[in-house]
């Protein structure tokens, strides 16, 4: 059974840092890996998106220079590093993934996407205040 786990989130005031963990099991993570998040009553939209493990990254405008995606193929674990947080970034994060390797071309193409990944974690809460 393939599962994907997300951990980290939390309360923190504007200005302050969190790192979420994405860890799966019952499937190698390892490619075309999203973040996306959620605020209720609105639209499941993407953060950013790691290729593989070295890169490279790509991420919404409000969120670059701020949030990095990383991977780690040898813990079976995406990250999510949020620095420099805003209230409006607060949402639940959620991890998205594909059932196999794809090209980097069509992550590209599909990684804002919520319908085109098959495997999601369940969620973790990220509160920022003022």
């Known amino acids: 059974e393939v599962q994907l786990v997300e951990s980290g989130g939390g309360s923190v005031q504007a200005g302050g840092s969190l790192k979420l963990a994405c860890e799966a099991s019952g499937y190698t993570l ?3 890996v999203a973040w996306f998040r959620q605020v209720p009553g609105k639209a499941r939209t993407g953060v ?3 290729l593989h493990e070295a890169g490279p990254t ?3 405008d409000s969120v670059k220079g701020r949030f990095t995606i990383s991977l780690d ?3 079976n674990t995406a990250y999510l590093q949020l620095d420099s947080l805003k209230p409006e970034d607060t949402a639940m994060y959620y991890c998205a993934a594909l059932p196999a390797p794809v090209s980097g071309g069509y992550c590209l193409t599909i990684w804002k996407n919520v319908g ?6 369940q969620g973790t809460q990220v509160t920022v205040s003022s």
Do not use: E, H, Q
């Open 73 to 75: 193929n040898a813990k």
């Open 58 to 60: 790509y991420y919404v």
């Open 48 to 50: 950013g998106v790691i």
């Open 116 to 121: 085109a990944f098959n495997y999601w974690g």
């Open 30 to 32: 390892s490619n075309c």
